[in-house]
Every structure is written in structure tokens, then in C-alpha cells.
T-cell receptor, first 115, second 110 residues
Framework: DTGVSQNPRHKITKRGQNVTFRCDPISEHNRLYWYRQTLGQGPEFLTYFQNEAQLEKSRLLSDRFSAERPKGSFSTLEIQRTEQGDSAMYLC?????????????FGPGTRLTVL | AQSVTQPDIHITVSEGASLELRCNYSYGATPYLFWYVQSPGQGLQLLLKYFSGDTLVQGIKGFEAEFKRSQSSFNLRKPSVHWSDAAEYFCAVIDYKLSFGAGTTVTVRA
């Protein structure tokens, strides 16, 4: 078990382009979360999955954002028509069942820079 | 909604000195509270957590935190800081998702 992995680690793109990030959770973890962290702030919740079902999306997640978790394994987060305000660290976390006492294990994040 | 506040944006401490980071929570019932550490280029690592019971919680790397309901606080402490403790520290509260404070950056001077 190598923990939560995220790819790519860094992404630089031009405004208006589409980007996609991937998260591979710890195997057998049913719950998967996406958070966004901007400079000088703590991570903010974006969305989460229980197996393949997306159960909640934050208001931070505009229509340009979409997330999937096919087959309840890895997850992808796509941003369409990127804007400079999308520049941030995108963090993925997973937990075994999703209960509040379940530790969420975080990946190293994908740092997005939109030029 | 549950939330936490970290009043200190940046703290500088000498190596070997004690460290205390403040965290205040807002929640009517007993919250589930966490402290995470984030080093440059690293992911978030859980230091310790509080759910119920003993109000003094021991964590990894020599850290401890004390839950004080009367003060709505969950402050993190370390008796003697090492240079490797320089990092950003986040307090968080959970219902099903984590809600983080803005973080406190710790600088350790020799």
C-alpha cells in the first residue's frame, strides 16, 4: 500500500484550456474526497464520492468542474475553460468508510498554474 | 456549520523552545477535531485527533493537544521544537468532510 497518489504533481496551462487530474486512493477505501487549497489558506472541500456515487458538490465547484469515480476506484477531476482564479493546489484524500472517526489520508496534491 | 479559527498566521520559535498553536472551534455539541501538518512539497499528515474522553491527546512527533470546552479551544503544543518542525499547521473539524482553519506557519530559528 503506497498511499494516495495524484498525477500530475504540477500542471501549467493557459487560460481557456481544459485540464484533468487523477487521484488513486488507497485500495479498498470507499470514500474519496477532493479539496482545493489556495495560497495562504487551508484546504476547502470540493466534492466527495462513496464508491462510484458522487454524493455532494460544494458551491465552490462551478459548472466548469466535473469529477468522476468510475467503478469506485480512481477518480478524475476535470476543469474546463480554465481561469486564472483556478490556480491552486488540488488535494485528494481517501478514507475507509467515511465515518467521522475515519482518518482521511491525503495525497501530495496537484499544483495547477493558469497563465 | 462547524468551523475552526486559527488566530495566528505566523509564529517564529527558537529551536529547543516550546511551541503552542491556537485553534478555536465553533460547534454546539462535542466536535471531532484534528491537527494536520503540511511541510513544503508534502501532503497533509495527521498529527493527532480528538473525538471524546480524555481531553489531553497525544500525537506523533512529540505533539499533544488539549481540548477545552469552556474556551472552545483545541490548542497544539510541543515542549521542545526541532528545526524539522518548521511547517504549516492546520486545525480541522469534521462532520463528514473536513473544514480547515487558515493555518499557522511555524518558522524555527537556530
Amino acid at each position: 500500500d503506497t498511499g494516495v497518489s495524484q498525477n500530475p504533481r504540477h500542471k501549467i496551462t493557459k487560460r481557456g484550456q481544459n485540464v484533468t487530474f487523477r487521484c488513486d486512493p488507497i485500495s479498498e477505501h470507499n470514500r474519496l474526497y477532493w479539496y482545493r487549497q489556495t495560497l495562504g489558506q487551508g484546504p476547502e472541500f470540493l466534492t466527495y464520492f462513496q464508491n462510484e456515487a458522487q454524493l455532494e458538490k460544494s458551491r465552490l465547484l462551478s459548472d466548469r468542474f466535473s469529477a468522476e469515480r468510475p467503478k469506485g476506484s480512481f477518480s478524475t477531476l476535470e476543469i474546463q475553460r480554465t481561469e486564472q482564479g483556478d490556480s491552486a493546489m488540488y488535494l485528494c484524500a481517501s478514507s475507509l468508510t467515511g465515518g467521522p472517526r475515519d482518518e482521511q489520508f491525503f495525497g501530495p496534491g496537484t499544483r495547477l498554474t493558469v497563465l | 456549520a462547524q468551523s475552526v479559527t486559527q488566530p495566528d498566521i505566523h509564529i517564529t520559535v527558537s529551536e529547543g523552545a516550546s511551541l503552542e498553536l491556537r485553534c478555536n472551534y465553533s460547534y454546539g455539541a462535542t466536535p471531532y477535531l484534528f491537527w494536520y501538518v503540511q511541510s513544503p512539497g508534502q501532503g497533509l499528515q495527521l498529527l493527532l485527533k480528538y473525538f471524546s474522553g480524555d481531553t489531553l491527546v497525544q500525537g506523533i512527533k512529540g505533539f499533544e493537544a488539549e481540548f477545552k470546552r469552556s474556551q472552545s479551544s483545541f490548542n497544539l503544543r510541543k515542549p521542545s521544537v526541532h528545526w524539522s518542525d518548521a511547517a504549516e499547521y492546520f486545525c480541522a473539524v469534521i462532520d463528514y468532510k473536513l473544514s480547515f482553519g487558515a493555518g499557522t506557519t511555524v518558522t524555527v530559528r537556530a
